[in-house]
């Protein structure tokens, strides 16, 4: 199993960013997925999962800002991040949920 995260930069406080990841050697359209992010000097965290069936969750302090979807066709997790603050600054990752498969991460830096 490979997963392939991309998107991270720098953005201003209040922009936009969308991060995506592309899994191979796993039925994609079976597993649920999420995306963590970790901060320094912190433990990674969950952002937003989304199920098989598209069901999705967030951390509350990401609630309303950030929409995660997927495209099975593509074998594609998105996260589409908008009204960021310099507190979602961090390395983000995706990760077949429930297993040890995490992507690389993918920095996300917001300036104030």
């Known amino acids: 199993v490979q997963l392939q995260a991309s998107g991270g930069g720098l953005v201003q406080s209040g922009g936009s960013l969308r991060l995506s990841c592309t899994a191979s050697?796993?039925?994609?359209?079976?597993?649920?997925l999420a995306w963590y992010r970790q901060a320094p000097g912190q433990q990674r965290e969950l952002v937003a999962g989304?199920?098989?069936?598209?069901?999705?969750m967030y951390v509350d302090s990401v609630k309303g800002r950030f929409t995660i979807s997927r495209d099975n066709a593509k074998n594609t997790v998105y996260l589409q991040m908008n009204s960021l603050k310099p507190e979602d600054t961090a390395v983000y990752y995706c990760r077949v949920y429930g297993t040890d498969w995490y992507s690389r991460g993918t920095q996300v830096t917001v300036s104030s």
């Open positions: 989304i199920t098989a069936a598209g069901s999705t």
């Open positions: 050697g796993i039925s994609f359209s079976i597993i649920a």
